[in-house]
C-alpha cells in the first residue's frame, strides 16, 4: 500500500529564515511525486510534479526536490504570503488515472 | 476561464440523511475525481470518473456512490450518514485522466458537517 509522511505536522517561521519541508514516501514504483498548496477554505493548488530521483523545480521562492525514498521543499527567505498547509502526494506507477496519495500536510505559518 | 465550481459550498445535515453534492469541472476538462479532506486523515481517494464511467474507486463503504453527465458535471452521493462523514469533500478535474497530472485543478470543496 502506498504511503506519505510529511514533517513536520507544523512549523512557525520568522520572515526570510529558509526553511525545508519533508515527504518520506513508500510506494510501488513512483509515477509522480506532487506538491501542493492549500489555504485556508481553499482547495489545493499545484505546484510541482517531480518524476525521477535527483529532479529539482523551482517556483520563486520554493524548490522541490526528489530522492528514491523522500522530497523536499526548500523555502528560501520565506514571506508570510508562503503561510500556508503544503501538501505531498504520489501517484504508483501502474495506477490509472487521477488516483493521488496524499499525506496530511504541513502547517506553515511565517511571521512578519 | 472558470474553475471548478463545487456547490453548495457549506452543508448541515443529520445522521441518516443522505446528501448530495455538485462538481462542474474547467471547460474542456473530461476526468472528475473526488477526495474526502478530514484533520486527521488527510486528502483520501474516492472516486474518478471520465466519460461518464468510473474509472477508479477508493477504499469507501458503498454508502459513497457517484455519477458523471454527459457534459463531465459529477455528482457524488452518501446516503446513510454518519458523524465520521463530517468533512471537507473536494473535486479535481483534469484533461484527460492520468495523462498529465501536472494539471490536476481542485475545487474550493462543499464543507459537510454531520450533526
Known amino acids: 500500500e502506498d504511503q506519505v509522511t510529511q514533517s513536520p505536522e507544523a512549523l512557525r517561521l520568522q520572515e526570510g529564515e529558509s526553511s525545508s519541508l519533508n515527504c518520506s514516501y513508500t510506494?510501488?514504483?513512483?509515477?509522480?511525486l506532487f506538491w501542493y498548496r492549500q489555504d485556508p477554505g481553499k482547495g489545493p493548488e499545484f505546484l510541482f510534479t517531480?518524476?525521477?530521483a535527483g529532479e529539482e523545480k523551482e517556483k520563486e521562492r520554493l524548490k522541490a526536490t526528489l530522492t528514491k525514498k523522500e522530497s523536499f521543499l526548500h523555502i528560501t527567505a520565506p514571506k508570510p504570503e508562503d503561510s500556508a498547509t503544503y501538501l505531498c502526494?504520489?501517484?504508483?506507477?501502474?495506477?490509472?488515472?487521477?488516483?493521488?496519495?496524499f499525506g496530511t500536510g504541513t502547517r506553515l505559518a511565517v511571521r512578519p | 476561464k472558470a474553475g471548478v465550481t463545487q456547490t453548495p459550498r457549506y452543508l448541515i445535515k443529520t445522521r441518516g440523511q443522505q446528501v448530495t453534492l455538485s462538481c462542474s469541472p474547467i471547460?474542456?476538462?473530461?476526468?472528475v475525481s473526488w477526495y474526502q479532506q478530514t484533520p486527521g486523515q488527510g486528502l483520501q481517494f474516492l472516486f474518478e470518473?471520465?466519460?461518464?464511467?468510473?474509472?477508479n474507486k477508493g477504499n469507501f463503504p458503498g454508502r459513497f456512490s457517484g455519477r458523471q453527465f454527459s457534459n463531465s458535471r459529477s455528482e457524488m452521493n452518501v446516503s446513510t450518514l454518519e458523524l465520521g462523514d463530517s468533512a471537507l469533500y473536494l473535486c479535481?478535474?483534469?484533461?484527460?485522466?492520468?495523462?498529465?497530472?501536472?494539471?490536476?485543478?481542485f475545487g474550493s470543496g462543499t464543507q459537510l458537517s454531520v450533526l
Open positions: 479535481a478535474s483534469s484533461l484527460v485522466p492520468g495523462m498529465n497530472n501536472e494539471k490536476l485543478f
Open positions: 510506494v510501488s514504483g513512483l509515477r509522480g
Open positions: 517531480l518524476y525521477s
Open positions: 502526494a504520489v501517484q504508483a506507477r501502474g495506477s490509472s488515472g487521477d488516483k493521488l496519495t
Open positions: 471547460s474542456g476538462h473530461r476526468s
Open positions: 470518473y471520465f466519460s461518464e464511467t468510473q474509472r
